[in-house]
């Protein structure tokens, strides 16, 4: 069964102090792993695809990288409005739709 | 930028009674889903849908729910003699291809009284 873990649950930055956040995953196959922003309310929005290990995407203060077991987000210099959970999320090779979701960083930036 | 829209955003209805929520997929998207998140939990996978038909179905989605694509907007999830279980966020999502990521609307609240 495919699996995702984040940690930490929740992470509280200074404005400007960088970060990590982690995503591990077991599949047996893996399709694509997604990273999406989810703000109170509001549906996850997405923000990267990465589709094999090695693979690196960046997008302003934010980059997220893959290994055969883990990804990371990166959140450099964080700003207030960054504050929000992030969500790892994959989809198997096995010709299924479906995307598994993990619980999510709750990220809070204090200015 | 094109975005799903989903209506309404809060729905309230009484324990046994039947409600429809609705979703308007990007336009040129070919692949439909609904995904639901209990309050504090992770989203979870409900159902896929293509080519007019169910391609992938979770464990969740059993008798009691139905999607349909009635006209080429729009996308609907029938829940029918619902429980107070099934109160949550339920999200629909839209993708362009099979390997293409999901893209989400902001969600139907559902609340079971």
């Known amino acids: 069964e495919d699996q995702v873990t984040q940690s930490p649950e929740a992470l509280r930055l200074q404005e400007g102090e960088s970060s990590s956040l982690n995503c591990s995953y077991t599949?047996?196959?893996?399709?694509?792993l997604f990273w999406y922003r989810q703000d109170p309310g509001k549906g996850p929005e997405f923000l990267f695809t990465l589709y094999s290990a090695g693979e690196e995407k960046e997008k302003e203060r934010l980059k997220a990288t893959l290994t055969k077991k883990e990804s990371f987000l990166h959140i450099t210099a964080p700003k207030p409005e960054d504050s929000a959970t992030y969500l790892c999320a994959l989809a198997n090779s096995g010709g299924y739709q479906k995307v598994t979701f993990g619980t999510g960083t709750k990220l809070q930036v204090i200015p | 930028e094109p975005e799903v829209t989903q209506t309404p955003s809060h729905q309230v209805t009484q324990m046994g009674q039947e409600v429809i929520l609705r979703c308007v997929p990007i336009s040129n998207h070919l692949y439909f889903y609904w995904y639901r998140q209990i309050l504090g939990q992770k989203v979870e996978f409900l159902v896929s849908?293509?080519?007019?038909?169910?391609?992938?179905k979770s464990e969740i989605f059993d008798d009691q729910f139905s999607v349909e694509r009635p006209d080429g907007s729009n996308f609907t999830l029938k829940i029918r003699s619902t429980k107070l279980e099934d109160s949550a966020m339920y999200f629909c999502?839209?993708?362009?291809?099979?390997?293409?990521?999901?893209?989400f609307g902001d969600g139907t609240r559902l609340s079971i009284l």
């Open positions: 599949v047996s196959g893996l399709r694509g």
């Open positions: 999502a839209s993708g362009g291809g099979s390997n293409q990521p999901q893209h």
């Open positions: 849908f293509y080519n007019n038909e169910i391609s992938e």
